[in-house]
């Protein structure tokens, strides 16, 4: 069967996403930005590395 983007976005439950959401305020002090700009592009990379270990997980 293969994964789909839709498949990876229904498999995050709350408690996941929260963890996404942690890591990037993290990163976000870490490179000393605060806007929502810097918010969205640190939530992206965090899904992204999620998605690439999900889609990588056999």
């Given at each position: 069967m293969e994964k789909t983007f839709e498949d990876f976005i229904h498999s995050l439950d709350p408690d996941t996403?929260?963890?996404i959401?942690?890591?990037a305020h993290q990163a976000m002090k870490a490179a000393n930005r605060s806007d929502c700009d810097a918010q969205t592009f640190f939530i992206?990379?965090?899904l992204l590395e999620h998605y690439h270990?999900?889609?990588q997980d056999v």
């Open positions: 996403y929260n963890t959401v942690i890591s992206a990379l965090e270990n999900w889609i």
